[in-house]
């Protein structure tokens, strides 16, 4: 149990176009979901941590208006990257916890290049 | 500001070797978790360590925790090549959900 599923796996877009990103727990409800950012060779960087039906929250030095998060449910949150930008090019992976759990479950990752 | 320091950050080690690879953090926790990640996918779950003293092991690998020394330690028992990956460890922020991850320890195991 306790999958988390991403959609897509990859994707390629055009400078300046958004990208919508899935990011689904599949056999629990999520109460909270995490989204990360990962440069290439380096760490996980927390980008924003998400409550099903509340306004997520940022870490310091991301862009709210540039990456935006909806949890509309327990089982599906989603990250738009909006006017992308080459720099932007990075691999998202979110992860998910359940409310009595110690576990964060991590999907499998989305890999984003922007041209 | 959570620091979370592991070293070595690049291990080259032969097969059949044994080595431990040190996550140090710089907040009171009393959780850690280890991750493995292999070249382009995600993370994989190792052990959730929970407490002080805290000893897991699953095969070659083996975790502990010293939650008043702020250090865990992943030891590897005779390596084998399966191994090579990149291992992080990451510890709970303050709000005590997301997880702040050190910088990862390659290994690559050699022949």
């Known amino acids: 149990g306790a999958v988390v599923s991403q959609h897509p796996s990859w994707v390629i877009c055009k400078s300046g176009t958004s990208v919508k990103i899935e990011c689904r727990s599949l056999?629990?409800?999520?109460?909270?979901m995490f989204w990360y950012r990962q440069f290439p060779k380096q760490s996980l960087m927390l980008m924003a941590t998400?409550?099903?039906?509340?306004?997520?929250?940022?870490e310091q030095g991301v862009e709210k208006d540039k990456f935006l998060i909806n949890h509309a449910s327990l089982t599906l949150s989603t990250l738009t990257v909006t006017s992308a930008h080459p720099e932007d090019s990075s691999f998202y992976i979110c992860?998910?916890?359940?409310?009595?759990?110690?576990?964060?479950?991590f999907g499998p990752g989305t890999r984003l290049t922007v041209t | 500001e959570l620091k979370v320091e592991q070293n070595p950050l690049f291990l080259s080690m032969q097969e059949g070797k044994n080595y431990t690879i040190y996550c140090n953090y710089s907040?009171?926790?009393?959780?850690l978790y280890w991750y493995r990640q292999d070249p382009g996918k995600s993370l994989e779950s190792l052990f959730v360590?929970?407490?002080?003293?805290a000893v897991k092991q699953e095969g070659r690998l083996m975790a502990s925790l010293d939650t008043k020394a702020r250090l865990s330690t992943l030891h590897i028992t005779a390596a084998v090549h399966d191994l090579s990956a990149t291992y992080f460890c990451?510890?709970?922020?303050?709000?005590?959900?997301?997880?702040?991850f050190g910088k990862g320890t390659s290994l690559l195991v050699t022949p």
């Open positions: 056999d629990f409800q999520a109460t909270t």
């Open positions: 360590l929970l407490s002080n003293g």
């Open positions: 990451a510890v709970p922020s303050n709000s005590g959900y997301a997880l702040n």
């Open positions: 907040t009171t926790s009393d959780r």
């Open positions: 992860s998910a916890t359940r409310a009595t759990a110690y576990e964060q479950y």
């Open positions: 998400s409550n099903e039906g509340s306004k997520a929250t940022y």
